[in-house]
């Protein structure tokens, strides 16, 4: 879309005269392109600001003078909502009506019932068992194995050597959402998608939610458990295990060879360093940086702490 199409439907004014620049989509201060949108919310994100590449970016009145020379400040109330409301624009369709029929690889089993959408590619030595939904503009790897009733929205990438269990969805819709003053809950498109490495296993009822923008990345060699749930824009790292009811808040980054063992879980926009191991209901609420460490509990401690705190209080019950 141009940009004076953007802000005239969102009844914002712009800061320059390049009002028919081309904009592709939108993105973060950090990814962004020229040919992008992106926004300020929180002035904790003020060093992004200076450094984006963004062709334009929602800011308030407030910041508009902070914006770099060549990005475009569009001036409004609330960065967030606008972000929001723009975010519809560059939604794709949900169901594709026409385009090129899937491309199936050799020794390929696809059972009854099973759909494969448009422009989807299937490698060989794959089997796809009943019930399964395949979007369109999928990409799935070879000797991958679905099991029943798998769904894989469109634009993810399965790479080779996976397996999925049954009824595990993949690319669903991350949770997002911007809400006003009033109280309304306004939908964040979510215009990205997930790419899954090679020989990673998922368990059974699982979700994986597809990114905002760009790509919610599970790395190769990763094994994720029965109910566990990715969100939005996380990165599991090479090699890493998720145990049963584990949840991922959005942007989580794991680096490689973490455990996050049953129940554990963390807030958002946090990493946790390599070969770190989250005990059984442990809540990470903060960035973990020293490698080969073991935690546990709420507020996080170091495992060996936690196990001490737990015989204190027991002594103190007695």
């Given amino acids: 879309m141009k940009l004076f199409d953007i802000a005239d439907k969102l009844d914002i004014s712009l800061s320059s005269d390049e009002k028919n620049i081309e904009i592709v989509g939108l993105n973060t201060l950090k990814d962004s392109t020229s040919f992008e949108i992106s926004f300020l919310e929180n002035k904790k994100y003020l060093s992004s600001l200076k450094e984006t590449k963004a062709g334009a970016i929602f800011v308030t009145k407030d910041f508009k003078d902070m914006v770099p020379d060549d990005t475009i400040a569009l001036i409004c109330d609330v960065p967030y909502e606008s972000l929001a409301k723009a975010s519809k624009f560059f939604a794709p369709t949900l169901v594709e009506t026409k385009?090129?029929?899937?491309?199936?690889?050799?020794?390929?089993?696809?059972?009854?019932?099973?759909?494969?959408?448009?422009?989807?590619?299937?490698?060989?030595?794959?089997?796809?068992?009943?019930?399964?939904?395949?979007?369109?503009?999928?990409?799935?790897?070879?000797?991958?194995?679905?099991?029943?009733n798998v769904t894989i929205y469109r634009d993810c990438v399965i790479g080779d050597d996976v397996i999925i269990h049954a009824g595990t969805v993949i690319g669903s819709d991350g949770f997002g959402f911007a809400t006003t003053k009033a109280g309304q809950h306004i939908k964040i498109y979510q215009n990205g998608n997930v790419v899954i490495g090679n020989d990673v296993e998922i368990g059974a009822n699982c979700t994986i939610d597809r990114a905002a923008f760009k790509s919610t990345i599970i790395e190769e060699k990763v094994r994720i458990d029965n109910l566990v749930h990715i969100a939005h824009n996380c990165k599991i790292g090479k090699g890493s295990i998720l145990v049963t009811q584990t949840g991922l808040s959005g942007s989580t980054i794991l680096n490689e060879y973490v455990v996050m063992a049953g129940q554990s879980g963390t807030t958002g926009h946090l990493e946790i360093a390599p070969y770190t191991t989250i005990s059984a209901r442990g809540v990470v609420s903060k960035s973990i940086t020293q490698p080969k460490k073991q935690w546990a509990g709420f507020p996080l401690v170091e495992h060996r702490t936690w196990l001490k705190l737990q015989g204190k209080i027991q002594r103190l019950l007695k």
């Fill in 99 to 148: 385009g090129n029929e899937p491309k199936i690889g050799q020794n390929c089993t696809i059972m009854k019932n099973v759909n494969i959408g448009f422009d989807s590619i299937i490698g060989e030595n794959c089997t796809i068992m009943a019930g399964s939904f395949i979007g369109d503009n999928v990409s799935i790897g070879k000797n991958t194995v679905i099991y029943p």
